[in-house]
């Protein structure tokens, strides 16, 4: 394994890019780990409504970036006291929704330093039932990368106002409000520690080295950020990508399963789905437009959903869940 230096960009628009470069040029013969630390932003998971997921007024207010990533899972508040870990890989065809696999290095360099996190739920690192970390996957052509958050310090207060938490996702948790089931890492620690030294901390462990000189690197080439560069313009950067239109519709249903939240939403006309579209913060391998183009077009009725619905693999699309669950919320 080796490890990737950002050179310290907080730029969100850019440490994505270099996210995204990495996975498509690196990973079918070594593991990297890339580390970052964005500037208050908001990074929406792949298939979620953006707007449904802001508090505009106050993301505007403050100049915070919105950033879609190409994960899936729900949205996230970042800042300057909230470190990004990604290890990027060889996707071997069991590693995908296998959590634990890239989060148990983080757990035991956690434990190492005295806090008692684990793995919780589907994708949450937690210290006594309180996320300090919350994690997605993607894959794409024999790669793929697991990442993740460390609340080292964040600013918990400008979470909960940047962010408009589905009340569906609450109370299928059982709290009160969304504030309560989140922590710092700092409150679990015997003393300060600064972002550096928590980097410092987190790589000699999972490298196994006295120095962090020693953790064996990639360095980015000139050719390289030239490359990054222009795939943060031509994706991060575009309004369509982080925002983008949503149709229509006169249908919706959302239900929080095991597998996660899905949202259906269909435009209806004259008995015929004119226009579907699918959000959530579940994890899927496919992308979900594939499934959305296949109800799109038939008769809004049990049968014919029923038989599109048959001809395609779900789970693909949505992950750990069913078809059957799925059919629930279609008709």
């Known amino acids: 394994m080796k490890f990737i230096d950002n050179k310290g960009i907080t730029d969100p628009q850019i440490n994505l890019a270099i996210e995204e470069y990495i996975l498509e040029n690196f990973g079918e013969k070594d593991t990297y780990l890339l580390f970052y630390v964005n500037s208050p932003s908001i990074i929406i998971g792949r298939n979620q409504n953006t707007i449904e997921e802001i508090n505009t007024d106050y993301v505007d207010e403050q100049g915070i970036k919105v950033v879609r990533r190409l994960s899936g899972g729900g949205a996230v508040y970042h800042d300057e006291q909230n470190l990004n870990f990604s290890f990027i890989t060889k996707d071997d065809g069991n590693s995908f929704q296998n959590f634990a696999k890239f989060t148990q290095p983080v757990v035991d360099a956690l434990n190492n330093i005295?806090?008692?996190?684990?793995?919780?739920?589907?994708?949450?690192?937690?210290?006594?039932?309180?996320?300090?970390?919350?994690?997605?996957?993607?894959?794409?052509?024999?790669?793929?990368?697991?990442?993740?958050?460390?609340?080292?310090?964040?600013?918990?207060?400008?979470?909960?106002?940047?962010?408009?938490?589905?009340?569906?996702?609450?109370?299928?948790?059982?709290?009160?409000?969304?504030?309560?089931?989140?922590?710092?890492?700092?409150?679990?620690?015997?003393?300060?520690?600064?972002?550096?030294?928590?980097?410092?901390?987190?790589?000699?462990?999972?490298?196994?080295?006295?120095?962090?000189?020693?953790?064996?690197?990639?360095?980015?080439?000139?050719?390289?950020?030239?490359?990054?560069?222009?795939?943060?313009?031509?994706?991060?950067?575009?309004?369509?990508?982080?925002?983008?239109k949503s149709p229509s519709f006169n249908y919706q249903e959302s239900k929080k399963f095991p597998g996660g939240l899905v949202d259906v939403r269909l435009d209806v006309k004259k008995g015929i789905i004119e226009n579907c579209i699918i959000y959530g913060d579940f994890f899927g391998l496919g992308n979900v437009k594939e499934l959305e183009d296949a109800l799109t077009g038939i008769r809004h009725h049990r049968d014919a959903i029923k038989e599109a619905v048959d001809q395609v693999d779900v789970s693909h699309y949505l992950g750990r869940i069913s078809k059957e669950e799925f059919l629930e919320l279609l008709y």
């Open 114 to 244: 005295g806090v008692p996190v684990e793995l919780q739920g589907r994708n949450d690192l937690a210290v006594e039932g309180r996320k300090i970390s919350g994690n997605a996957m993607f894959s794409t052509r024999g790669r793929m990368f697991s990442h993740g958050t460390l609340m080292l310090d964040s600013q918990l207060e400008e979470l909960t106002k940047a962010l408009k938490v589905k009340q569906i996702k609450i109370e299928s948790k059982g709290i009160k409000s969304i504030r309560s089931r989140v922590a710092n890492i700092a409150e679990y620690l015997d003393k300060p520690l600064s972002m550096d030294e928590f980097k410092e901390l987190i790589l000699r462990y999972i490298f196994d080295v006295e120095d962090v000189k020693d953790v064996p690197q990639y360095v980015l080439t000139d050719e390289d950020w030239e490359k990054i560069h222009e795939i943060s313009k031509k994706r991060y950067q575009q309004w369509e990508w982080n925002y983008g």
